[in-house]
């Protein structure tokens, strides 16, 4: 079984940076594809960014802004965000699956059986 807590949203202004936290409990995130997804008011869930083993995926449009990462000592996976835009907000929530490809992740969430509470981004002026 496999917890995963988010932490790390908040507000910011257009051009700032946040650092999400996914972290995983009672099993190591190693062994896990983890994924980035998000879902702004009135819009469907989207994957964001996935790693599965060193291989990344991302969105076009946050491609060059945000960079995802795994701290395998912590147990957590980070997805940091830089050059926010509005479009960015939503509510973030990381996700873990087993034999999952990134592209699989990033592209086909029902891939991933674990899931995270999410935390709210919000990017205004």
């Known amino acids: 079984q496999l917890r995963l807590v988010e932490s790390g949203g908040g507000f910011v202004q257009p051009g700032g940076s946040l650092r999400l936290s996914c972290t995983g409990s009672?099993?190591?995130?190693?062994?896990?594809?983890i994924g980035w997804f998000r879902q702004a008011p009135g819009k469907e869930r989207e994957g964001v960014s996935c790693?599965?083993?060193?291989?990344?995926k991302y969105l076009d449009s946050v491609k060059g802004r945000f960079t995802i990462s795994r701290d395998k000592a912590k147990n957590t996976v980070y997805l940091q965000m830089n050059s926010l835009k509005p479009e960015d907000t939503g509510v973030y929530y990381c996700?873990?699956?087993?034999?999952?490809?990134?592209?699989?992740?990033?592209?086909?969430?029902?891939?991933?059986?674990?899931w995270g509470e999410g935390t709210l981004v919000t990017v205004s002026s």
């Open positions: 009672e099993s190591a995130l190693d062994d896990f594809a």
């Open positions: 790693i599965s083993y060193t291989v990344t």
């Open positions: 996700a873990a699956g087993k034999y999952v490809s990134a592209e699989e992740c990033v592209t086909y969430s029902d891939s991933l059986d674990y």
